[in-house]
């Protein structure tokens, strides 16, 4: 088969690689690909693996500061998640050629990107809640989606993930189900951080697909298999009637379910803010990338010592 065949043009192999993906076979790390294809999914993967771990620190500024034992046990728990699925992710994009040090590099300086929903910043414990149910909802609708993606390592890794990502939105949700059935002043709370977080949220799932340069190609590789909008459309129908159920209010005066397209029809996302969150002049941009490199940089005695470790420990078994 040409894709075997490291000399065949180029032109010979990508018709063959198309027909693998058209046929729903996975592409593995050493099989032939694309460079365009290798460059899409390390720009994913890091992305996403960068977002799980920037998307610790909202979280965690509440850890000291959760009512109870049992939400700090149960936060801690969902925090030490989004660390592990940063560390499955940056894995599956070392496989394609990419280096932990390029990545994070790229991330420290701005040059790659996470989900802009961590640049807003958490005011009260039920943010937290609105981040498990709305954020983690999102999250959940795109990546069930990755669970079938193109390419092996990625998809495997999200089924674990996925599965993680159940269990942070059920925790938020109920965060806000409590705070709803609660006093006046907690229900205000609820429907505060759902004011603030809902619109954020929609902006989670990326640009329009006329404005979305990497959409079709993505789609063709079946990277993706869904565009923005239609999760988008997901999203917001799944989502209003749990609002409903808590007696909160979607602050989105255009909402209305629409009787002929069977689908809820809404506002229009802010898109000037979406962009200037994204090319980082969001609430909370540079103190996000302050506190990674803070925490990276102090942590630098660990790595040297592990690396010292594996190192001392591979001598001493050629030795023997």
């Known amino acids: 088969m040409p894709q075997d065949n490291p000399t065949a043009p180029m032109d010979d192999r990508e018709p063959v690689f198309q027909a693998r993906i058209d046929r729903d076979e996975k592409i593995e790390p050493k099989d032939w690909m694309p460079e365009k294809y290798r460059r899409t999914m390390i720009r994913q993967i890091s992305q996403h693996a960068h977002s799980e771990v920037i998307g610790m620190q ?116 109920e965060i806000m189900l409590t705070l709803s059935r ?35 190609q993505s789609m063709k590789w079946r990277i993706k298999r869904q565009t923005n909008d239609e999760l988008r459309q997901r999203f917001v129908d799944q989502t209003v009637p749990q609002a409903e159920y808590l007696g909160l209010t979607v602050p989105d005066p255009d909402l209305h379910w629409n009787k002929e397209r069977e689908h809820y029809d809404f506002g229009e996302i ?11 002049n969001g609430p909370c941009n540079r103190q996000r990338i302050a ?15 592990a690396l010292a470790y594996q190192a001392r420990k591979a001598s001493a078994e050629e030795a023997a």
């Open 58 to 173: 909202p979280e965690g500024n509440w850890i000291t500061r959760a009512p109870s034992l049992r939400r700090k046990a149960v936060l801690l728990a969902k925090v030490q998640d989004e660390a592990g699925h940063g560390l499955y992710l940056y894995s599956a994009a070392e496989t394609l050629g990419a280096t932990r040090e390029d990545m994070i590099a790229d991330l420290q300086s701005g040059k790659a990107k996470y989900s802009s929903i961590f640049n807003y910043p958490t005011l009260t414990w039920a943010d937290i809640g609105a981040i498990g149910w709305l954020v983690d909802g999102a999250a959940i609708m795109n990546q069930v989606m990755l669970c079938r993606t193109s390419y092996g390592p990625y998809a495997r890794g999200m089924v674990r993930i996925c599965k993680e990502e159940s269990f942070h939105q059920r925790q938020g949700y």
């Open 182 to 216: 609660g006093s006046d002043q907690q229900k205000a709370m609820a429907q505060d951080a759902l004011n603030r977080y809902w619109w954020p949220s929609l902006m989670m799932f990326g640009p329009r697909d006329d404005d979305s340069p990497n959409t079709q």
């Open 270 to 280: 802010d898109w000037d803010e979406f962009w200037q969150v994204v090319k980082g």
């Open 291 to 305: 506190h990674h490199v803070a925490a990276h940089e102090e942590g630098e005695w660990v790595r040297e010592a």
